[in-house]
């Protein structure tokens, strides 16, 4: 069971965090779901603020990054109510809200890609990309989308 290896690990799903604009946590297309940018938010509120690299540590984007993905499988659970049927995590995007001259994108979403091997064991491999930008929603520090498969039947 996913959420044991979870809860095995000191950690829970939370419930999709509430949009912050027009748009919804997940949707599901056949056999993918699709997340929205999920903030590191714990309980409504922002775990982290600023930029990595200045007002948050390289090793506080890691733990934003890991909330982040936390927040993504809240949001694909909403969708499909069981964490145990998805087969593959397929892509994570990490967009790090980076102060001048940080270039450590990738270790920061190490963050997010090493919990998912974590609770997923070789189907928590994936693809992604980690970009480094100038401003996030409400200063966030990081905002991963992640691109799950999910089992069939």
């Given at each position: 069971?996913?959420?044991?290896?979870i809860?095995?690990?000191?950690?829970?799903?939370?419930?999709?965090?509430?949009?912050?604009?027009?748009?919804?946590?997940?949707?599901?297309?056949?056999?993918?779901?699709?997340?929205?940018?999920?903030?590191?938010?714990?309980?409504?509120?922002?775990?982290?603020?600023?930029k990595?690299?200045?007002?948050?540590?390289?090793?506080?984007?890691?733990?934003?990054?890991?909330?982040?993905?936390?927040?993504?499988?809240?949001?694909?659970?909403?969708?499909?109510?069981?964490?145990?049927?998805?087969?593959?995590?397929?892509?994570l995007?990490?967009?790090?809200?980076?102060?001048?001259?940080?270039?450590?994108?990738?270790?920061?979403?190490?963050?997010?890609?090493?919990?998912?091997?974590?609770?997923?064991?070789?189907?928590?491999?994936?693809?992604?990309?980690?970009?480094?930008?100038?401003?996030?929603?409400?200063?966030?520090?990081?905002?991963?989308?992640?691109?799950?498969?999910?089992?069939?039947?």
């Amino acid at each position: 069971m996913i959420e044991d290896k979870i809860k095995e690990l000191g950690l829970s799903v939370p419930e999709a965090a509430k949009p912050l604009a027009a748009y919804i946590p997940a949707i599901k297309v056949n056999d993918l779901v699709m997340t929205s940018g999920q903030l590191p938010t714990v309980k409504g509120e922002l775990k982290f603020k600023g930029k990595v690299g200045k007002e948050v540590s390289e090793d506080e984007g890691r733990q934003a990054a890991e909330i982040c993905a936390l927040n993504c499988l809240g949001a694909i659970k909403g969708v499909i109510g069981d964490l145990d049927k998805i087969e593959q995590v397929v892509k994570l995007t990490a967009f790090v809200n980076s102060a001048d001259g940080f270039t450590a994108q990738p270790k920061v979403t190490n963050g997010a890609s090493e919990l998912l091997g974590k609770i997923f064991g070789e189907n928590g491999k994936h693809s992604r990309s980690a970009v480094g930008v100038s401003e996030l929603p409400i200063d966030a520090p990081v905002e991963i989308e992640m691109l799950v498969k999910l089992r069939h039947g």
